[in-house]
């Protein structure tokens, strides 16, 4: 049995992490836990913990170093506190994958404790009553359509916790149908203009089902071309004109699940995140016209390095 594809993903970016000296991580593994808050949460740009800014976190941690006991357990403190306030697609695939985190690492297994049990069975009827006629999950309980990211979100976390999925093929013939004439995939079915990132979250969920042929190969491989940009980084559609670090980090995710090359990219998304995006004393922003880091895009910077690393790499 296959493991799950987020967790292929971040084996993935380790490998290519530890290519870098270890000693390379330390300012940013630093930073990162500096945005820790009491309860055992991580912050964003500011306030209190947030379960969003907590998964990155944990995953950009997991990245570049060992989550220590001490964290683990303030970790699995927090997760339980956050159980049963945590609702939302995108909210479930953060707590389960810090979940998962926190267990690999060593720590509490929180998924099998009663409570989760009890609390996992409602999310995913939940999630599942979120389905639409469409074929896509919605947004929320008021959504009429479905939404490629949060089909997306809902497809990852049944593969998370090797739960399967209901009629497949239909989610599979919804990512189809957001596909427009330029090659990528958009967010709901009215849009005409693809984006960097529903296309990445499409390719994803394709791949997932075993929906992957050479058409949608060269699709994807030409708009992709059409959204990289002169400061080296990945647009997230092709009417913005810069790059930014998430957009390039999908692009990136993207590729590596279709098996095309990365050409270029390998070496000016390395410089767009090392040169542009990187702060002397810790951490990642956004984009160039940013002025601040935050877990988040430390997260996808970490990504983009791990993804493009390569033998050669002297840094």
Known sequence: ????????????????????????????RSFLLAQQCEDGGFRGREGDSDLYYTGFAVRALSLIGELDDTLLAKLGTYLRQEQQRTYSPVDVLNWISCAVAVQLAGGDDVLTES????????????????????????????????????????????????RTIESS????????????????????????RSGTNPTAAAVATLKLFGAVDAALIADVRDYLKDVEQDDGGVAANTRIPF????????????????????????????DFVKQGLEFPTGGFRAALWDDQADVEYTYYALGVLGLTASNAQDD
């Open 1 to 28: 049995m296959s493991l799950p594809y987020l967790i292929q993903l971040a084996e993935s970016l380790q490998t290519g992490l530890r290519k870098y000296p270890p000693e390379r991580w330390e300012k940013h």
């Open 115 to 162: 409570s989760a049990v009890e609390w996992l069975d409602r999310v995913f009827a939940d999630l599942n009553s979120l389905r639409r006629e469409d074929g896509g999950f919605a947004k929320g309980p008021e959504g009429k359509l479905g939404s490629t990211y949060q089909t997306f979100l809902v497809v990852m976390t049944h593969n998370l916790l090797g």
């Open 169 to 192: 093929e239909r989610i599979v013939d919804f990512m189809f149908d957001r596909q427009r004439d330029d090659g990528g995939f958009v967010e709901i079915a009215p849009m005409k």
């Open 243 to 270: 790059g930014d670090v998430l957009s390039t980090f999908t692009a990136l995710v993207t590729k590596r699940d279709l098996g095309i090359e990365l050409g270029g990219l390998q070496f000016t998304a390395q």
